[in-house]
C-alpha cells in the first residue's frame, strides 16, 4: 500500500468557530482516500523576535517540522484590513528563519479563504502569494477558492453546505497532489523522507 500524500493545512484564523478551520475541515473531508491533511493549530506560537531564532521556542519547532514532514501546504486565511492575519505572517516569518532553513523552501502550496464580504479573502490570498516568491514556495494558480458570505455556505455547525464551494475545494485538493507530484517527479519539489 503507497504512503499517504500528506498535507500540513494551516488556518491563517485563531478563533475557535472560523469559518476557515470549517474551510480546512471541509478539506479533510473531501480528500481523496490517499490524502491526509493535518491541521496545525498557530495557537501558542509567540511574537517573531530575531534573538530567539537560533533556538525556537517547541510550537515553532513543531511547526518546521511538521512542514518538513509534508508533501504540499493547505492555507486557508481570513482577510484582517486588506491583507494577511498577523497569526499566519508570524508564523511564516518564524519557520523561514534562521536564513538558510526555512521549512518552506521548494514547497507547494496552495490557497483558500472563506469571509463574510464579498472578495472572500482575494487581497490576503494575493499577498500570500508575494510571500511566496522569496520564500521560493511553488503556488498553486487555479482553482481559486474564495468563499465569500460565509455566513450563508456554513451550517450552525460549523459544517460547509454550499455544493459550489465544496466542488472548488475538492477540486484544489485533487490538484494540489498532482501539481506536487509533477514538481517531485521533475526534481524541482522534494519528497520528504519517509525513514
Not at 10 to 32: D, F, H, M, T
Not at 88 to 111: E, F
Request: a positive charge; hydrophobic letters at 40%; glycine letters at 6%.
Amino acid at each position: 500500500m503507497p504512503d499517504k500524500f500528506k498535507i500540513i493545512g494551516i488556518c491563517g484564523s485563531l478563533r475557535k468557530a472560523s469559518y476557515n478551520l470549517a474551510a480546512l475541515k471541509a478539506a479533510q473531508e473531501l480528500s481523496p482516500a490517499e490524502v491526509e491533511i493535518e491541521i496545525f493549530d498557530l495557537a501558542g506560537i509567540p511574537v517573531y523576535n530575531q534573538d530567539d531564532e537560533g533556538k525556537p521556542p517547541a510550537r515553532v519547532a513543531e511547526l518546521k517540522s511538521k512542514v518538513q514532514a509534508a508533501n504540499a501546504v493547505l492555507i486557508a486565511t481570513p482577510e484582517y484590513n486588506y491583507s494577511i492575519p498577523g497569526p499566519l505572517k508570524n508564523a511564516i516569518d518564524w519557520a523561514s528563519r534562521p536564513y538558510g532553513q526555512s521549512c518552506w523552501n521548494g514547497k507547494p502550496v496552495a490557497l483558500m479563504g472563506a469571509s463574510p464580504g464579498t472578495l472572500g479573502t482575494a487581497r490576503a490570498q494575493y499577498h500570500l502569494r508575494q510571500c511566496f516568491v522569496f520564500l521560493n514556495m511553488y503556488a498553486l494558480n487555479a482553482p481559486e477558492v474564495m468563499i465569500s458570505a460565509a455566513q450563508q455556505r456554513f451550517d450552525a455547525s460549523g459544517k460547509l453546505i454550499d455544493e459550489t464551494s465544496r466542488k472548488l475545494i475538492r477540486q484544489l485538493i485533487e490538484r494540489l497532489v498532482a501539481f506536487t507530484r509533477q514538481l517531485e517527479s521533475a526534481g524541482i519539489s522534494k519528497a520528504p523522507s519517509t525513514t
